[in-house]
């Protein structure tokens, strides 16, 4: 495989000024100003270029070669040398979960054998080679283990890019030509982020391809990567699911954190888009693309991954003659123009939003419901319930996700009594504007691990008092209705992934006081203060395993009753009711959040401050 483009930076000091930050030095500041000139119009170009020069050069990051050169501090060297540089892709539950293309086939052998978790699926070994006969519309068709079904180019990031857009559509283009076709049963789509795209690939010619292997363009922006790739056909949803097959994505998006991307597809793997679509032509991620064929050719010779690679050339040649300036500035001189639908959409004069009470998709929050003017203070946190007991990496889709309804959730029935047909449920993400609608989607996904559960996977939690088992959002709906404050135990990294601001909202409006765990995602634990969740985490070496808490406690958590008694980072005493005790640090780590915290949260803190009230 040949690297399509480097880049190279390293940390450099301002020599003169010992008081400035560290900033990146990029090692050729020309190639920067030569894409600019491409992209601007000649009359702004030059205006642009020396302003871009002279911060470069005020923060000692511009380097010119024509000059003479002097000695420069950095704080350290880095070595980068281009042979080391392997292609990979990541997955199959999260996205740092590098895995080299070379090891790409023992890896996945390792994560069938592996007990269940972030690398492995315990698929027994007398199971592992098991083929799924179906049929597929008339025609006949299999999966394995490591099949892949859904095979997306899709992320407005990782689309933007041309060099791998086109390397991608040269991959299919090579295909087509040596008789390859990807398998009517893997669900492809093409979801670029710009229109710029669009035009460049009609322009090459390539699109053409792209539509032969099932690649359609079929929308731009968030799809699969977001969990918007839409049911599988059934034949195919019939086969994974009675047969227990773990089925595989393969996506150019960012994330790939379990139930995110489909149901269905316990393995989703990140790859650049050249990858996805020699991903969906082997039809598998079961495969050693240096060793194994991808397919047999039109002359019944088999054909290698080497074979449909494009060289660095060939991608440069079609760049350049069809990445054109004007496209970029047609498309995105357009782009406030909005289209006819959504110019056509009447705009209420009121200064108010009129709220629909029958929208399901836009629905007035209780967050300002009975606010008064004057903060409420510290609330206290006495005999509070554990709603849900986590391992490590709970992530924010774990907590909520954007992805698809499933039928039988709490928010499918609320849809359903509303006369939401099942088709036309979409998804979390595209109802985040009804609170009723997110808050019962809050701990709903598929994947979620509970140790109250002991074991069983998925958005169910059990009622302490009771020992009932139920749905997450009824078991908080039943402690709230019965007066209990709820709080949270949890592992390392609680709330890592996408910032995601309903993963702080839902738990909030499910009665979730604090959340205690061994730490915290920086931005999740920033959002928690600012819904008035308490974040607290539990001493070095210390979890709630190690201090024997098994979540059927209740939990009293000791803070002073006046704010200003309270510091960032302090020390607070927790105590159960079954006589147990121990510390942990409060995790408001500035003056500021203190104050939300004070407020009940950020939206009444502003509101407030806006209306003139207190600070």
Request: proline share 6%.
């Amino acid at each position: 495989m040949r690297n399509v483009s480097h880049a190279r930076a390293t940390e450099v000091r301002d020599t003169q000024d010992s008081s400035s930050s560290w900033v990146s030095k990029i090692v050729n500041p020309v190639a920067i100003l030569a894409k600019l000139q491409f992209l601007c119009p000649a009359p702004k170009f030059s205006k642009q270029v020396s302003m871009i020069e002279a911060y470069l050069r005020a923060n000692n990051m511009f380097v010119d070669y024509n000059e003479p050169q002097i000695d420069r501090v950095y704080s350290s060297y880095l070595e980068l040398d281009l042979n080391d540089v392997e292609p990979c892709i990541s997955g199959p539950k999260r996205p740092h979960d590098r895995v080299t293309l070379k090891e790409m086939k023992s890896d996945w052998h390792a994560c069938l054998d592996n007990k269940v978790g972030f690398k492995g699926f315990a698929v027994p070994k007398e199971q592992q080679e098991k083929v799924v006969k179906f049929d597929f519309h008339g025609q006949p068709a299999e999966l394995k283990h490591g099949s892949v079904v859904i095979a997306a180019i899709t992320s407005c990031t990782n689309t933007s890019n041309p060099s791998v857009m086109l390397g991608a559509a040269l991959v299919a283009k090579k295909a087509c030509e040596l008789g390859l076709e990807v398998k009517p049963w893997v669900k492809t789509s093409l979801a670029p982020g710009s229109g710029v795209v669009t035009k460049y690939l009609l322009k090459s010619g390539l699109q053409e391809y792209f539509n032969k292997q099932g690649f359609h363009l079929v929308g731009y922006g968030c799809t699969t990567c977001i969990g918007n790739s839409g049911d599988l056909d059934e034949s195919v949803s019939a086969a994974i699911t009675e047969n227990d097959v773990v089925a595989a994505a393969v996506l150019s998006g960012n994330r790939n954190f379990e139930g995110r991307v489909h149901p269905l597809t316990r393995a989703n793997y990140l790859a650049s888009p050249p990858l996805v679509v020699a991903y969906a032509l082997a039809g598998t991620v079961d495969i050693d693309f240096e060793k194994e064929p991808i397919g047999i050719g039109k002359d019944g010779k088999e054909v290698y991954f080497r074979d449909i690679w494009p060289t660095t050339e060939e991608i440069a040649e079609v760049v350049q003659s069809s990445v054109l300036p004007d496209m970029f500035k047609s498309t995105y001189n357009a782009i406030t123009k909005g289209n006819p639908m959504w110019n056509e959409l009447p705009v209420p004069e009121a200064s108010l939003y009129s709220w629909d009470s029958n929208s399901t998709y836009i629905h007035e929050p209780p967050y300002f419901k009975d606010m008064t003017m004057s903060p409420p203070g510290p609330h206290a946190v006495k005999d509070a319930y554990c709603l849900l007991n986590f391992g490590d990496s709970i992530t924010t889709d774990h907590i909520s996700p954007a992805g698809s309804i499933h039928k039988d959730s709490p928010a499918a029935k609320y849809l359903l009594e509303r006369g939401v047909d099942r088709k036309d449920f979409n998804s979390y993400g595209s109802r985040r504007g009804n609170d009723e609608v997110m808050a019962r989607g809050t701990f709903a996904n598929i994947r979620i691990v509970n140790k109250f559960l002991n074991g069983e996977v998925g958005p169910k939690t059990i009622h302490v008092p009771t020992g009932e088992k139920l749905s997450v959002f009824d078991a908080a709906t039943k402690y709230k209705s019965e007066g209990h404050d709820t709080i949270i135990l949890a592992g390392a990294e609680y709330g890592s992934g996408s910032s995601r601001d309903w993963a702080a909202k839902g738990p909030m409006l499910l009665g979730v006081k604090a959340v205690i765990s061994k730490s915290f995602e920086r931005i999740h634990r920033s959002n928690l203060v600012g819904m008035g969740i308490i974040p607290l985490c539990f001493k070095a070496g210390e979890d709630a395993d190690s201090l024997g808490l098994t979540g059927h406690e209740r939990f009293t958590i000791n803070l002073p009753t006046e704010v200003s008694e309270i510091r960032p980072g302090q020390d607070v005493t927790i105590t159960t009711d079954n006589g147990k005790s121990f510390s942990c640090t409060l995790r408001f780590d500035t003056e500021v959040e203190l104050a939300y915290y004070n407020h009940g949260g950020i939206l009444p803190y502003v509101i407030r401050n806006m209306a003139g009230g207190q600070n």
